[in-house]
Structure formats: structure tokens, C-alpha cells
T-cell receptor
């Protein structure tokens, strides 16, 4: 089984809808991250969490919220989806200031 | 804004040749990391170099870091078609909250 899993893998939604992307990890890491990637670009950090009670905004948090339900679970919500949130979303984990381990990504299309 | 910028944006070489990618960044860092991404998939960590290191090797990969110039390079020797991917540098700052900041990537195409 994969160490970092994301659900759903693909999602189509309509403008104004609330959606949730989920991430689970079995690596036992304290740190979890959400990124978005737009075509031909690098990753931009949305939110990150260094433990269950420590959640921080990244560079593009507007329009997003997160929930760290447990050490192993970190969910990203789009409160009211808009078309420019169409992107590839990645969850990642790390055990400290070192390598991050990425999930397979969720491809989101907002119509 | 992006902390790291890769150069070139795209690179096409023949199998067996070496590929060199460069990364520049803006602020002081704790470490710099290189990742690979196959089309539309998650990133895979390749190598990490700390700010007090100047060079590091891992298999066919060689990474250098010049903190005075705020730049790093990734060299892939004897490239293979399977090395075709996008390569990203990511920096961890040495102050404040330590989350990675990614560059925009270099797309490498290795022709068989």
C-alpha cells in the first residue's frame, strides 16, 4: 500500500460548491502539507501542519481551509469552488526538516 | 513569489549525455532539495544538500550548492530515457516556519 494516499484522485465540480480533498499517511510523520500545481508551474504551498494542533497558512491559503483530524489525516476544503481553483493538488508529509513524501495527487476541475 | 527558479525551463538531450539544471534562490536557507516529477504524478525526492555542504553525490546524481551565489546545480550523468521528467528544486529557509518553497522546474527530455 502507498505511504501517502489521496482521495478522490479526480473530481469535477461546479462553481460555488464546497468540496473536500482527503489525505492519509502511514509513515508516522508529524508534518503534513497541501500544495497546488498549475500546468507548467511548480508547487505552491496552501497550508501546512507540523502537528495536530499546529496549522499554518502557506502562500496561497485564500479560498481554502484545512482540518488535521489526526496525525495521519489532513483534509483540504474549498469552501466555495471557483474555476481558477482548477489544478492538481498534492498532499505531502515529512518527519522533520528533510525530504517530503508526496501523494499521487488529485486532479480537480471546477466548471 | 517563488523562492527558487530553475534554468533552463526545458532541456532536450540524447541518451548517454549529461544533463545539468540550475536553481537560484533568494533568501538564506537551511537546506536545498531536488525532486523529480513524472508527468502528472507526485514528486519524488532525489537528494538533499545542507547549507554547510558544497557537493553531494547519489548514484548518477551530483548536486552542488554555492550559498554565496544562492545557487545550486543538479547534474545527471549518462542520462537514460527513463530520466525524462520535470525536475524541481526546493528550499527550506533558515528562519521562521520551515516549509519548502519550490521553483518552477526544468522539463528534461532524454531522447533514446
Amino acid at each position: 500500500d502507498a505511504d501517502v494516499t489521496q482521495t478522490p484522485r479526480n473530481r469535477i465540480t461546479k462553481t460555488g460548491k464546497r468540496i473536500m480533498l482527503e489525505c492519509s499517511q502511514t509513515k508516522g510523520h508529524d508534518r503534513m502539507y497541501w500544495y497546488r500545481q498549475d500546468p507548467g508551474l511548480g508547487l505552491r504551498l496552501i497550508y501546512y501542519s507540523f502537528d495536530v494542533k499546529d496549522i499554518n497558512k502557506g502562500e496561497i491559503s485564500d479560498g481554502y481551509s484545512v482540518s488535521r483530524q489526526a496525525q495521519a489525516k489532513f483534509s483540504l476544503s474549498l469552501e466555495s469552488a471557483i474555476p481558477n481553483q482548477t489544478a492538481l493538488y498534492f498532499c505531502a508529509t515529512s518527519g522533520g526538516p528533510r525530504a517530503q513524501y508526496f501523494g499521487p495527487g488529485t486532479r480537480l476541475l471546477v466548471l | 513569489s517563488q523562492q527558487g527558479e530553475e534554468d533552463p525551463q526545458a532541456l532536450s538531450i540524447q541518451e548517454g549525455e549529461n544533463a545539468t539544471m540550475n536553481c537560484s534562490y533568494k533568501t538564506s536557507i537551511n537546506n536545498l532539495q531536488w525532486y523529480r516529477q513524472n508527468s502528472g504524478r507526485g514528486l519524488v525526492h532525489l537528494i538533499l544538500i545542507r547549507s554547510n555542504e558544497r557537493e553531494k553525490h547519489s548514484g548518477r546524481l551530483r548536486v552542488t550548492l554555492d550559498t554565496s551565489k544562492k545557487s545550486s546545480s543538479l547534474l545527471i550523468t549518462a542520462s537514460r530515457a527513463a530520466d525524462t521528467a520535470s525536475y524541481f528544486c526546493a528550499t527550506e529557509r533558515d528562519t521562521g516556519r520551515r516549509a519548502l518553497t519550490f521553483g518552477s522546474g526544468t522539463r528534461l527530455q532524454v531522447q533514446p
